[in-house]
């Protein structure tokens, strides 16, 4: 016999699921939808706050989970990390101001302007000596494509960034336009046809606008190789006074803060940038272990802030660019779990793209107020999409969509899925 519940939950779910005889198995089939029925994909919902699965079809299954890995990142710098970041460690000596970074993130990045660290360098009426780190950090993760190199989704990194890793063209109508300005003169027009409108040599810094092209944007932004040499440079040209790069053995004593966790956070989520998440777990592990590569650490995250997830998981990188990483849908709802003990669901909130409105979620369930926030993740034949969902009736439900090896392009699923969610908004 069915309590009340159970009969609201099949009159609902009944038009996409078709359970087998042994739901324990977690099967189900969409027989009347030709791209899930030939899709392995995982389903998992759940009331906020509660424990018990209203939907579960194989959300104990391994995934590519992609973007949703950042969700992992987000928790962990939560946790671990003050809202005031280390920008800059620094000493003074033989009346010479030598400095090393930290792997903060924002240090003038052009999508954060206010930098103390900068401000601090600037006023400084000492000689400048930047020191390079003795950690070194891998500028790409593993699990990464190499032919994403031009691609800001795979911005390098690094242990002292600058200007976010990544050069930004602008596109006028009398010229274009390169920032930071050390690489004006590494801006030419290519002589060849490109597939973009402007895209950088595989192993060096030289970057190349397409000879004809019709620019849907105002503005195109590639990573550029990083080195500590490029780095002295870069400060030197913005701070327009000498710097030079020494190694040196060093006791750091000071250092300058940055208030910008939270800042750096809701960016990461909401527009899912992995360099952002890549140097968030590199700041932790210098914090934690006083080294950057945070590869050594992974697996004690794991087991230290992560032993309540259900199920056995791979974790590679703070981004989900890498293809070793494998999660399930239930994993990533328990995530959700622990942030909101961690902040609240309410502050959780604000750091999820709002479905209608900001991040990668703007064009999706468009609506006068928003009912999907959410993280989304993407790579070729993945998609996943997972967070929070308020039904007409005002209940809250948790839930993670993981779907792999589709053939069809991620756009189809996307909107797919966009279906299914916003059908369960209305019905529920």
Avoid at 197 to 210: D, E, I, K, P, Q
Avoid at 311 to 327: A, E
């Amino acid at each position: 016999m069915l309590v009340n519940s159970e009969k609201k939950y099949l009159s609902v779910f009944l038009w996409l699921f078709l359970y087998a005889s042994n739901p324990v198995a977690g099967q189900c089939l969409f027989e009347e939808d030709s791209l899930l029925s030939n899709t392995l994909y995982g389903f998992a919902v759940k009331e906020a706050g509660d424990s018990d699965l209203l939907v579960d079809c194989r959300s104990h299954y391994l995934f590519t989970p992609a973007s949703n890995t950042k969700l992992l990142t987000l928790y962990a710098s939560l946790f671990l990390l003050e809202k005031e970041m280390e920008g800059i460690r620094y000493r003074t000596a033989n009346d010479t101001l030598y400095f090393t970074g930290t792997a903060n993130p924002a240090l003038l990045h052009p999508d954060f302007p206010k930098c103390v660290s900068l401000a601090f360098l600037q006023k400084c009426a000492l000689p400048l000596v930047y020191v390079p780190s003795i950690h070194k950090i891998a500028p790409l993760g593993p699990g990464w494509a190499w032919d994403d190199y031009y691609d800001r989704i795979s911005t390098e990194c690094s242990t002292f960034p600058l200007y976010g890793n990544f050069v930004r063209v602008r596109f006028l109508e009398e010229e274009n336009t390169i920032s930071p300005a050390l690489f004006c003169d590494s801006l030419a027009q290519s002589a060849e046809t490109l597939p973009y409108a402007v895209t950088r040599a595989l192993h060096s810094n030289l970057f190349y606008r397409a000879k004809s092209c019709r620019y849907e944007r105002d503005s195109a932004d590639l990573p550029f190789r990083t080195s500590d040499a490029l780095t002295a440079l870069l400060l030197q040209d913005t701070l327009q006074k000498p710097v030079l790069a020494r190694g040196k053995d060093i006791n750091w004593f000071q250092s300058t803060k940055e208030a910008v966790r939270d800042t750096l956070l809701r960016y990461m989520m909401q527009e899912s940038d992995n360099f952002i998440a890549e140097q968030m777990l590199h700041h932790i592990h210098l914090q934690q272990f006083d080294t950057m590569d945070y590869s050594a650490c992974l697996e004690l995250l794991k087991d230290s802030l992560f032993y309540q997830l259900p199920d056995p998981f791979v974790w590679k990188d703070g981004s989900g660019l890498s293809r070793y990483n494998l999660n399930s849908p239930a994993n990533l709802l328990k995530t959700y779990d622990l942030l909101e003990k961690l902040i609240g669901r309410d502050r959780l909130l604000t750091f999820l793209a709002a479905g209608g409105q900001s991040g990668t979620l703007k064009d999706q369930f468009v609506s006068e107020e928003p009912f999907v926030f959410g993280k989304s993740g993407s790579m070729s034949n993945n998609y996943i999409l997972s967070g929070y969902l308020i039904a007409k009736s005002g209940k809250v439900l948790n839930f993670c969509f993981m779907a792999t090896h589709f053939p069809c392009r991620v756009a189809v699923m996307k909107k797919k899925v966009e279906q299914i969610l916003t059908r369960i908004r209305e019905e529920w």
